[in-house]
């Protein structure tokens, strides 16, 4: 390269033909663009064409002899400088990127010193002119008088420095006459400080190719200077007879290191004017062309080297085995994550194409099929000969169109759950002309029960067998319409579930949708379908964290979870009757292994964890216990048996009450963290070993630090609930928080508005767009979790109190009628007076205030208005809610407020 001499040219070369080892696990990426590598080269070639200008502007300018000398010298003098500064600049960036890759994090937490030393050898490969490298646990360096050059008091110091996080000084020392450029840096997980490197570099090949200096144009040093000692002498050139008298010294960005410039008798005439330019325009023109090779010679290396890691990840994948590359450049991790993913979705979709050609009996109702129906390829899979024999009509009528597998079929495996014999679609015939919802009109569908973000009711009140029926065919219309011919279901472990599945079915296939039963699942499974088994939609029959006698329907039509409007829709085309009727179809499948599988190949931990799980009796008995467990955790679980009555307590991690169990079981069994879900598992609540809880707000608080850390810039959502203090986290670390409203299927749809890489409610929904799918998953995000706090090296405790907690409350409800609870609120924000409160409207009424905030908005699944607040200090938080009590009994005096 230009900063080398042609011999070591040669020598990088050669050792840019070997690549670093793609075989090191991690689960993290370092993420730097094309422009970051280049940046060096392209700010330094900039700066130096400016510098070089204004040197010639001002030299050619100098009429006095006495002002040419002063600025002539003073010029060399910040050429030979400003060289040295620039590629120090270019080293000390290739090292602050290798010292900060997780892999080393990750192997220093798991005191893998094999690992380690691979590393350093893998990176002395990658970095020009490193004679040694060393990487140490903190604490852990040592003298070692036989490594080349040999770790002295010296180097041993800066080390100690660099774990005080005093960021030491590079320094040179000398050993058997040759002279080395010493660095030690800090080795972070997070902010924690958790090891050091110590790198050597060989001086002479550093400085190998500075250009000489005219024996007639003086003299200069670059030299190592410590307070007032005597100067060690890096480099000189030039003719030695003049170095008189003090010189003219110009500091690096070392600032130890210093170049100083003794002019010539000849300096002050004009004839030497064009050397000496030349000189500086040689000088400073070599640095920027030397800066820009080194950038690019950097650049190269990075792309060989992502180039053999991607290429070993696709081999992985072809496999089937495990694998996790630790990209150094942006391009290469998006390229891995979305191949990863789409190789996935294919690999589940031809594993279930050859399972349904083996296994699948597909009935069908009588009715002529709509015309479009045979061409119908939204799973793009290869029908059985009974299923062709089915689409082509040429089969004898079929009177029970959700008969299902026969019982010897190993098609489903749900631990045992027959769903046959619990939804009893074999004991009666379904009729298209004759079916339970059409029975009943607009009129008998209750509005109430169309809410924000899904539809959801008391059972046999608002929500009957025969509304359910009616919303399957509104809901089968509607997929129709957006060109979605089957529909994915699931449902949840409530009592009311299985009668409602059936009815919810009955409706779709009475639409003339093909409908896909998933079975008794967690919601994220039924969202996981709708992305990997070619269809985008899918009904998850479920009462989420409600009380036992709440059921209702998550929906999501053409990869769009409905909320608002899209909800509301779906009671007008049943009030019109714009329901379509044609020719169903009915099949199950499992998608358990194929969720399971999904997560344990993107979610490797760095050591074992030992946690309770508390599933609450829902939906997640049985999947969250084995997804932990192939994880490599010590799990032990409360409340695994699925029952729709909720024994033990309701299934609401963002109750405290609730979490009482959970808690006594982690600090009894001494186990490092304790995870809870709710009914469904879409929502997830944390407790530490001390009983403290972690609300959600909080735990999105570490979800974006560690994705911020490699993701700069990116965007993180959070709601009106969740604290200021993560707008503040996500500023500081150059990222965009953006308040958005409360709703899972609102956060779903920011979260695709933005492309943020992660966002979150205070109720406890996570959702990940980051090596996942954008969708609100508990499972995925205790993962998520744990592979965060595996590689700390501290406990729990002390990762979640780098997030102190201000004054707060948990989520306060105040029962209201809910035909009044909106209206409440509307006057809240149209009535109240908060002086000098910066007023949001965006979700119900929040007021923030510079020490408190409060917020008061309408419950969207239940008849309670929802109150929280947060304050820097006790008293603050009495004054917020008392504020907010004042102005609440003004708009309504008869509520009883529980602060």
């Not at 409905?562 to 169903?584: C, F, V, Y």
């Not at 009106?720 to 503040?728: G, N, P, S």
Request: some cysteine; hydrophobic content about 40%; proline content about 5%.
């Amino acid at each position: 390269m230009g900063l080398f001499s042609k011999k070591s040219d040669q020598q990088s070369a050669a050792k840019g033909k070997t690549q670093p080892s793609p075989n090191t696990p991690s689960t993290n990426t370092q993420k730097f663009s094309l422009f970051t590598k280049l940046a060096p080269g392209i700010v330094g070639s900039v700066l130096s064409v400016i510098a070089c200008a204004a040197g010639l502007y001002f030299l050619l300018g100098v009429q006095a002899a006495e002002q040419n000398n002063a600025i002539v010298g003073d010029n060399i003098a910040k050429a030979y400088s400003e060289y040295i500064s620039q590629q120090l600049f270019v080293l000390e960036a290739a090292l602050d990127t290798a010292a900060s890759k997780k892999e080393i994090s990750k192997s220093i937490s798991a005191r893998d010193l094999k690992n380690l030393a691979s590393i350093a050898h893998e990176t002395k490969k990658n970095i020009p002119f490193i004679a040694n490298i060393h990487i140490y646990p903190k604490g852990k360096a040592r003298k070692d008088a036989a490594s080349t050059p040999p770790v002295s008091f010296a180097q041993l110091d800066m080390i100690r420095r660099a774990e005080k996080d005093k960021e030491p000084t590079p320094e040179m020392h000398t050993q058997n006459k040759v002279r080395y450029l010493n660095y030690a840096l800090a080795i972070r997980n997070e902010d924690k400080i958790i090891g050091t490197m110590l790198v050597n570099f060989r001086i002479h090949d550093l400085l190998a190719a500075i250009p000489a200096l005219d024996n007639d144009a003086g003299y200069i040093e670059i030299a190592q200077q410590f307070g007032n000692s005597e100067p060690q002498i890096i480099h000189k050139s030039g003719n030695i007879k003049f170095k008189q008298g003090k010189g003219i010294s110009i500091a690096s960005s070392n600032k130890h290191w210093l170049a100083i410039y003794y002019p010539s008798d000849k300096v002050n005439s004009t004839e030497s004017l064009i050397p000496t330019i030349a000189v500086i325009v040689c000088i400073t023109v070599l640095s920027a062309l030397c800066l820009t090779l080194l950038s690019l010679f950097i650049l190269d290396k990075s792309l060989a080297s992502n180039a053999t890691l991607l290429t070993t990840a696709f081999n992985a994948l072809i496999s089937h085995e495990k694998h996790s590359a630790v990209f150094t450049l942006s391009i290469f991790t998006s390229l891995h994550q979305t191949v990863e993913r789409l190789f996935t979705d294919y690999d589940s979709q031809v594993r279930h194409t050859a399972l349904k050609a083996k296994n699948t009996k597909t009935t069908q109702n009588t009715a002529p099929a709509p015309d479009d129906y045979a061409q119908d390829d939204v799973l793009d899979i290869d029908l059985s000969d009974d299923d062709e024999n089915l689409m082509s009509g040429s089969e004898a009528d079929i009177d029970d169109p959700l008969a299902v597998l026969d019982e010897d079929s190993d098609m489903l495996d749900l631990d045992e759950v027959d769903l046959a014999e619990e939804l009893d679609f074999a004991d009666e015939n379904i009729d298209n002309s004759d079916t339970a919802g059409m029975d009943i009109t607009g009129e008998d569908v209750p509005d109430e029960i169309f809410r924000a973000y899904d539809i959801r009711g008391i059972v046999d009140q608002n929500l009957t067998i025969d509304t359910a029926n009616i919303i399957g065919m509104a809901i089968g219309s509607e997929a129709q319409s957006q060109g979605q011919n089957s529909i994915i279901v699931a449902r949840d472990g409530r009592l009311s579930s299985p009668e409602l599945t059936k009815a919810l079915t009955q409706g779709l296939i009475t639409s003339g949708v093909k409908v896909i039963d998933i079975g008794l699942v967690p919601t994220p499974v039924l969202y996981f379908a709708t992305h990997t088994l070619g269809t985008q939609s899918g009904v998850m029959v479920t009462g989420s964290h409600n009380p036992p006698n709440y059921n209702g329907f998550k929906v999501v039509i053409n990869n769009q979870a409905l909320a608002n409007e899209q909800i509301t829709a779906l009671k007008t085309r049943i009030d019109s009757g714009q329901l379509s009727q044609g020719q169903g179809s009915y099949e199950q499948m499992d998608m358990s292994s194929d969720y399971l599988d999904r997560i344990t190949n993107d979610v490797v931990l760095a050591k074992p964890v030992k946690i309770v799980i508390d599933c609450g009796n829902g939906a997640t008995g049985d999947l969250a216990p084995a997804l932990l467990d192939t994880l490599g955790c010590t799990v032990l679980t409360l409340n695994r048996e699925i029952d729709g009555n909720f024994p033990n307590h309701h299934p609401d991690p963002s109750n405290p009450a609730n979490l009482q169990q959970l808690i006594d079981t982690v600090q009894k069994e001494g186990a490092e963290l304790g995870i809870a879900f709710d009914g469904d598992g879409d929502r997830i609540g944390v407790v530490t070993p001390d009983g403290k809880i972690i609300w959600p707000d909080r735990l999105l608080m570490l979800y974006a630090k560690d994705l911020l850390s490699r993701n700069p810039g990116a965007d993180i959502l959070y709601d009106v609930k969740c604290t200021r203090d993560i707008a503040e986290l996500v500023s500081n670390m150059g990222g965009r928080a953006i308040m958005c409203e409360t709703g899972h299927s609102l956060v779903k749809a920011k979260m695709r508005e933005t492309g943020a890489v992660v966002g979150g409610e205070f109720s406890g929904h996570i959702f990940f767009n980051d090596r996942w799918y954008g969708f609100d998953d508990a499972l995925y995000s205790a993962a998520r979790l744990l592979e965060i706090l595996s590689m700390e090296p501290i406990d729990a405790i002390e990762v979640f109190a780098e997030f102190p907690e201000k004054n707060n409350t948990p989520e306060i409800q105040i029962p209201v009628p809910e035909s009044e609870k909106f209206d409440i609120v509307r006057r809240m924000q149209e009535g109240s007076n908060f002086p000098n409160g910066n007023i949001v409207t965006l979700d119900g009424l929040r007021v923030d205030f510079s020490d408190s905030w409060g917020l008061l908005r309408a419950s969207n699944t239940t008849p309670n208005l929802i109150a929280r607040f947060e304050a820097d200090s006790a008293e603050s938080l009495a004054n917020i809610q008392a504020l907010f009590k004042e102005q609440l009994l003004q708009v309504q005096p008869n509520l009883a407020l529980p602060f």
